[in-house]
Each structure stands twice: as C-alpha cells, then as structure tokens.
C-alpha cells in the first residue's frame, strides 16, 4: 500500500525514483534519532545526468538558470527516495527541516536562490506546511560529475 507522501508524489505526477548508487565513500542517507541526513543528491535521471554544466546564460554549455530549477526539483525527489532507504515510509517524516542547495556557476551569477526555489517549491507541494525549511543556496565553481546543481537535506521523523 502507498503511503500518503508517495500518493501526494503520485497526485503531483512524480513516481520515488530508485535510490542512486553512491558515487564515492559515502552513504545515501543516514537515520540518527529523530533525523535523517541525506548526502548531496545530483539531479539523476534513470542513473544518469539529464545535462551537465555550470548555471547562467553564457551560450552553448550552460545551463539556463529555469531548467536547472527543474533539476533541483529532481535532486529533492531523490534525496527523498534516500530518505526512504532508511526509514521505509516516507510518512515517518514530520517535517523539512534544512535544505542546502549548491549550484556550479560562475562568479557573477547570483541567482542560486532562484535555482534553489526548484526544490523549495517541491517539497511545499509535497508536505504542505511541513515542506516549509530553513536554507542555504550557494554558488560553487563545480560540482560532481559536472552537475549543475546538488541538494542535501535534513528531515525530522517519527522514531
């Protein structure tokens, strides 16, 4: 039976991806108490990359600032997938409690809450008031694989 989360997903059109496979030494998700910690979530698509590049308007090879919000809107979807790994329903989540978003652009963009907004705005519709979080966008000169943008989140649970 699908759980009320996994049916709002349904209902907004999303399907809980598989969890990615670690790219490195690390772990998904980790349950400490009455907190999940997800590692940074690239934006995968059917295990790979939909686009790599760095944020901004610059031309050919970058990615334009409204397509990458939708990527960050895919990078939430899977940090809640690793969520899911380790509590194995995501109703056990009560609320969003941090989000940090990291977006590859250069020095002069400064749209990364923009970006950001991607994921924001995806977990308000998903969890309602308790989608509401507290959160950091940053600017870095690259990222993993060269992703565009990575999210990590923290999560408050049912224990």
């Known amino acids: 039976m ?31 108490g009455d907190r999940v910690w997800t590692s940074g979530q690239l934006p995968f ?15 050919d090879g970058w990615v334009d600032p409204s397509e990458a919000a939708g990527l960050a809107r895919i990078c939430a979807l899977n940090a809640l997938a690793a969520a899911k790994s380790v509590l194995g329903d995501l109703d056990r989540i009560v609320r969003v409690v941090k989000v940090v978003g990291f977006v590859a652009s250069d ?15 995806f977990l308000g519709e998903v969890f309602g008031s ?3 979080h507290a959160r950091s966008a940053v600017g870095v000169a690259a990222l993993p ?15």
């Open 2 to 32: 699908t759980g009320r989360i996994e049916a709002r997903l349904a209902e907004l059109g999303f399907t809980l991806p598989a969890v990615v496979p670690p790219v490195a030494a690390y772990v998904p998700a980790v349950l400490d």
């Open 130 to 132: 308790a989608g509401v």
């Open 45 to 59: 698509v059917d295990g790979a990359l939909p686009v790599a590049g760095r944020v901004g308007s610059g031309g």
């Open 145 to 159: 694989l060269g992703a565009p943008v990575e999210i990590e989140m923290v999560f408050a649970v049912t224990t």
């Open 107 to 121: 020095p002069s963009f400064t749209g990364q809450p923009l970006v950001i907004n991607g994921a924001s705005e």
